[in-house]
């Protein structure tokens, strides 16, 4: 990662990735289930084009029998539908200072799918764990060159983690067979974990008896301040909460503009720790709080929660905030804590409108 001069905009290079990697259009919060062309969109290279007929899984490494699955012989397995709410790690980062260049997210790099897939873990099973597996790692068919390295995309998990049973091999999203954006056949799917985890257009999983030294996980979704700093590997998501911005849009500012009086605000609040015990909302920039009233609207422990919050607009300028707190106690810190990534920043959103 790279750091722009201060008071530098979004460079050329950003604006490409943005372009390519778009976020949800807040107003879609309204859905449970986001519409898959609403979901974000996270591609590090290319989508690589995949003929279903010759596509095949392998599972290798520290297993004494290794396999090979094509995708009929997946889908013919147990199968398992979950509403999981996916949130790139990297959401935020372009309201962290000093900018870190890479995509340049705001807080919209979010989305939530039905997945349907079978689980992976009852392929260790088959396949026989051999002593000394600790770490599981994930490649996809997409190559690329990063960080001046060569290398397809490639994210592992601790083995505790890989045996989950939630954690599935998907081969659909919202009924429908995966779209090539979203990794057709097959990805990966780790609840609870930001997106970097679930690896899109999966074709080799490997059992190691180490730690995984890919780009992607020694040097890339780490937590660190420094280059030289080792760091931890992102994993989990923490807590928030965002609204469907009220009122209608200026067009190039997007500033909200309000009718004054009765106004539902409502939004969704998710994070990978477990249920959303709270979300609070501040209609003056964070004077006072008040919380919000919760719908647990899916069946799903991975998935978000919807809220609401009837608010009395006063005519003027006022700027809204909201705050989600998960059930493991962690809350939305109300600025952002910077790191050579830009990863993880889950500070409050806040929403500015003027009330006529
Ligand atoms: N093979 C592969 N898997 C990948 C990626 C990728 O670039 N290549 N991007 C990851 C990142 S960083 C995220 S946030 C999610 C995004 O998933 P989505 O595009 O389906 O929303 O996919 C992950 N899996
Ligand atoms: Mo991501």
Redesign the pocket.
Known sequence: MTLAGSGEGISREELQLAARNHGLHLEALCYPITPVGL???????DIPEVDPGEYRLELGGRVSRPLSLSLTEIQARPAVELAVT?E??GNGRALIEPHVVSQPWLQE?V?TARWRGTPLRPLFREAGLEDGAVEVAFA???QGVEGGEEQR?ERSLPLTDAMRPDVLLAYEMNGLPLPP???FPL?LLVPGW???A????LSEITVLDRAFAGFQQAHSYRLRKQEDEEGVPLGRILPRALMAPPGVPEFLTRQRVVEAGACLLEGRAWSGFGGIESVDVSPDGGRTWSPAELEHDLDSPWAWTAWSFEWDAPPGEHDLWCRARDEAGNVQPLKPEWNLGGYANNAVQRVSVLVR
């Open positions: 979901h974000y969109l996270l591609i590090h290279y996916m790139c790690a790099a989305g996809g068919l997409d995309f954006q979203h990794g990805r930001y997106g970097m679930s690896v899109k257009w």
